[in-house]
């Protein structure tokens, strides 16, 4: 499925009345093969598994990866932990200090389980063969706060900008590769999760994030290959920076008001999102993720390059009757469309 045209993949969809959706899950999949959320992220067979069985059950217009936020923190050196029921996450702090960040180097990518997430695209890429899939990645400045710690990476900017923006170079070289070496799988894209930078003012958020975000784009997206800018920090205070990276699509977390993102998102870009993932998709009842989704779609129907999706990765327990019900409410929106 490499070879798909995503660029006409995203016109096709632009240029459809009716919505598709791409909602960013794997854990009920992974759930529905009696796996469990470790098993997951440190077997890429288990993991494709999981993304494949959703495909199956779905009509998703594309499929996604887990996204993990510690994959590429640990090949750098990172200490993770890995519960048996939740996404993995960095503890500590490998860089204490900017000597630290001079010395740090830039990983290869046999490090940690770079490998196990490679073979999980590579088994999705060649077991799906009717939509794209989509890998996952962290952004420049989400990465570069796991490495020297959120509040510290925010004080530095500030304090020391030069070093600051050693760090990020380095962490936007590694992901560079990562991304040139998932799109050797045969995936058609890419989802780069930058919450972080949505903590940051919109100035901010060009210099520090949106800047070397589109240094990895320029390398890595194609007609084959698109780039979605996740950012769920973003509440509209740096969706101007989002859209300088050139990204082929944006997808944006609940916090958003949906409306508001797609007036500054490009007509020719996709905007994704942006229903909770646990308010809704996990706490609701089934009826209520049905409401809110047509809802959703109602107060965007003047928007042909809206995406419906989850406002970011469903949490592992999602109830099954709430994905139907979602999908129900897509369904039920396209009749007549």
């Known amino acids: 499925m490499g070879k798909l045209n995503m660029r006409s993949w995203m016109q096709e969809i632009i240029n459809n009345p009716k919505r598709v959706a791409v909602p960013i899950m794997t854990h009920p999949g992974i759930e529905y093969i009696?796996?469990?959320?470790?098993?997951?992220?440190?077997?890429?067979?288990?993991?494709?598994?999981?993304?494949?069985?959703?495909?199956?059950?779905?009509p998703s217009a594309a499929a996604t990866v887990i996204m993990d936020l510690t994959v590429e923190a640990e090949a750098f050196g990172a200490?993770?932990?890995?519960?048996?029921h939740e996404v993995p996450s960095v503890t500590g702090r490998l860089l204490t200090d900017e000597a630290a960040i001079e010395s740090l180097e830039v990983p290869a990518l046999n490090r940690g389980r770079i490998a196990q997430y490679l073979k999980a695209n590579m088994l999705a890429a060649k077991s799906i063969?009717?939509?794209?899939?989509?890998?996952?990645?962290?952004g420049p400045y989400s990465l570069a706060g796991r490495l020297y710690d959120m509040s510290e990476i925010m004080m530095l900017i500030y304090i020391n900008p030069e070093a600051a923006a050693v760090l990020l170079q380095k962490c936007t070289d590694f992901i560079t590769r990562y991304c040139l070496a998932l799109k050797a799988t045969g995936v058609s894209g890419v989802v780069m999760a930058e919450p972080a930078a949505g903590l940051l003012s919109n100035e901010d958020c060009q210099q520090y994030s949106s800047v070397y975000v589109k240094q990895i784009i320029d390398k890595v997206?194609?007609?084959?290959?698109?780039?979605?800018?996740?950012?769920?920090?973003?509440?509209g205070h740096c969706t101007q920076a989002m859209v300088t990276t050139g990204a082929m699509g944006y997808h944006f977390g609940n916090k958003i008001n949906m409306v508001d993102?797609?007036?500054?998102?490009?007509?020719?870009?996709l905007a994704m999102g942006n229903l909770d993932p646990v308010g809704i998709f996990k706490m609701s009842t089934a009826e209520q993720v049905k409401q809110a989704t047509l809802q959703l779609l109602n107060e965007t129907a003047a928007y042909p390059n809206f995406v419906l999706s989850s406002g970011c990765d469903t949490?592992?327990?999602?109830?099954?009757?709430?994905?139907?019900?979602?999908?129900?409410?897509?369904?039920?929106?396209?009749?007549g469309k």
């Open 79 to 84: 200490e993770i932990v890995f519960p048996q």
């Open 261 to 269: 993102a797609l007036k500054e998102v490009p007509a020719d870009a």
């Open 315 to 335: 949490p592992p327990h999602v109830p099954m009757e709430n994905i139907d019900a979602f999908f129900e409410a897509l369904e039920e929106y396209n009749q």
């Open 221 to 235: 997206q194609d007609d084959n290959f698109a780039v979605i800018l996740h950012n769920c920090g973003n509440t």
């Open 129 to 138: 063969a009717d939509r794209p899939v989509l890998a996952g990645c962290i």
């Open 34 to 58: 009696n796996k469990t959320v470790r098993d997951a992220v440190t077997d890429g067979c288990a993991h494709a598994e999981a993304i494949k069985v959703l495909q199956e059950k779905y």
